[in-house]
């Protein structure tokens, strides 16, 4: 069984930082309510956090199980029908623009983004992309 974790990209750092400085900035600039907006975005900041770590893809001898929060896909990889590069924006278990388009069963589609797509591919028995 092999583990991969989600790409992440600048953006993504960047929209946690904004998010865990807000309270600050405008504590800064206005004397508004300071607590409760804290408690507010370090709990969007946790929630984000959380989704990153339990954002894996597992491959295992012929299923291919992509974990996101409490979203989980399982697909046995024979029904993998293509996997190509993409920067599609669609929302999908991927924390980078850089990703894999997988199509798989009866027109599913999902984007993935290991964070070593040519590793991914070898240990899913997969030359395409």
């Known amino acids: 069984m ?14 946690v930082l904004i998010i865990a400085l807000t309270p600050f900035m405008f504590l800064l600039i206005e004397n508004i309510v300071f607590w409760p907006m804290l408690a507010i975005c370090g709990l969007c900041v946790a929630f984000m956090v959380w989704l990153y770590v339990a954002t894996k893809y597992v491959i295992s001898e012929d299923v291919l199980t992509i974990h996101a929060g409490l979203y989980k896909v399982i697909t046995p990889i024979s029904e993998i029908t293509s996997i190509t590069d993409t920067n599609n924006a ?7 623009l850089d990703r894999l388009e997988i199509k798989y069963g009866e027109g599913e589609m999902i ?8 590793a991914f591919l070898a240990d899913l028995g997969r030359k395409d992309s």
């Open 2 to 15: 092999k583990t991969h974790k989600s790409k992440i990209d600048n953006w993504f750092r960047v929209v």
């Open 111 to 118: 984007l993935i983004s290991p964070i070593d797509k040519s």
């Open 90 to 96: 669609l929302a999908s278990p991927a924390f980078s």
